[in-house]
């Protein structure tokens, strides 16, 4: 069992729930952004619509095991940015149940977010060269409920990728899965 000592999130859905624990010493930055998007309710649209398994990643890209939710691809670009916070500077990895923040450049991020099955260390920054150099913004973790990640990530994906990212076909959830997502009180 944890020793909570910081804000926790509760991401409910049809599923079960997920609770996580964020990191605010660590990864004050994406933390407090990730609190405010849920306080503005920014997320409230928010689903699981991703699942990256190592048989289903493109042969150009990292095999990692993640499950991907936000407001999707399209939304997303809607909602504040916030400054790309990576590994290397907070201390955080992405093992397994690591909460991050996704991010579509190396300078910042908006409220997509994805969480670690199994240690995915090549998400950590400094890992790869070129574009993924810049890793991702691990802030948080989960403390309960990676039975629901794992049946999240079981889920059948054969939905449709979004214009640009054909490349990721088989990634999409056949049906997004709605997720609410509140701070626990």
């Keep these: 069992m944890y020793h909570v000592t910081n804000p926790v999130v509760i991401m409910a859905t049809a599923l079960g729930e997920i609770t996580l624990e964020l990191d605010m010493q660590r990864a004050p930055v994406t933390a407090s952004h990730f609190l405010?998007?849920?306080?503005?309710?920014?997320l409230q649209?928010?689903?699981?619509?991703?699942?990256v398994h190592k048989s289903n990643t493109p042969g150009k890209l990292p095999?990692?095991?993640?499950?991907?939710?936000?407001l999707g691809f399209d939304l997303a670009a809607t909602l504040p940015t916030v400054r790309h916070e990576p590994t290397t500077e907070t201390g955080l990895r992405h093992r397994d149940g690591a909460l991050s923040l996704a991010r579509g450049n190396a300078q910042d991020a908006t409220g997509e977010f994805f969480i670690c099955i199994g240690d995915q260390p090549v998400l950590d920054a400094g890992v790869l060269d070129g574009p993924g150099a810049a890793g991702f913004?691990?802030?948080?973790?989960?403390?309960?409920?990676?039975?629901?990640?794992?049946?999240?990530h079981a889920l059948p994906a054969d939905g449709s990728p979004p214009v640009g990212?054909?490349?990721l076909a088989g990634q999409f959830l056949t049906e997004p899965l709605a997720v609410t997502i509140r701070i626990s009180s």
């Design 63 to 70: 095999t990692i095991d993640v499950i991907q939710g936000g």
């Design 165 to 167: 990212a054909e490349f």
């Design 36 to 42: 405010s998007l849920i306080e503005r309710e920014l």
């Design 137 to 152: 913004a691990a802030f948080g973790h989960v403390i309960s409920g990676m039975e629901t990640v794992k049946a999240i």
């Design 45 to 51: 649209e928010a689903c699981f619509y991703r699942v």
